[in-house]
């Protein structure tokens, strides 16, 4: 069959002389690696939640396509299928209404507070009263709403 004198080549379709595959011996000694699980920490989490919602989408509105962040777009359509009527939305847009305001009201409670503590300080330090009539006149027309 071979010549013998003509030495053999291995190569494609060419496997080596003897046993190629010995027993007990796996051609992949380490097994198939594990499959890594990607486990994100708050933190990505919190940064590819911002990433997202503030990246602009196009939204087609009454006056044309607009160009919004995402986040917004998504309050807009929640806010236009509570009003189509589907209760969950109902309920999920006022909640997150409900807690704006109760934030927003304790973000100006907490300003109130900074700015009586300011005219105490004033008082303190001999500012004028002009001054602290200013401040208060100031704090009472932001209580009425009307700066």
């Known amino acids: ?5 003509k030495p053999y080549r291995v190569g494609y379709g060419k496997p080596p002389v003897g046993k190629p595959f010995q027993k007990g011996k796996s051609g992949n000694p380490r097994g198939r690696p594990r ?3 990607i486990a994100a920490t708050d933190r990505e989490l919190r940064r590819m939640t911002l990433q997202v919602g503030l990246m602009e989408v196009s939204v087609s ?3 044309g396509k607009v ?4 986040y917004k ?3 807009m359509a929640l806010f236009g299928k509570a009003m189509g009527g589907q209760i969950s939305s109902i309920r999920t847009f006022l909640a997150d209404f ?3 305001v109760r ?6 409670e907490r300003y109130f ?5 300011g005219e105490y300080q004033a008082t303190i330090d001999d500012v004028t009263p002009e001054f602290a009539a200013l401040i208060n006149k100031q704090r009472k027309l932001t209580r009425q709403g009307i700066d």
Do not use: F, G
């Open 35 to 37: 499959k890594r699980e």
């Open 103 to 108: 934030e927003h009201s304790e973000l100006h």
């Open 73 to 75: 777009a998504v309050r």
């Open 67 to 70: 160009k919004m962040p995402a």
């Open 1 to 5: 069959m071979s010549d013998p004198e």
């Open 61 to 63: 509105t009454p006056q």
């Open 98 to 100: 409900e807690r704006a």
């Open 113 to 117: 507070q900074l700015l009586e503590m």
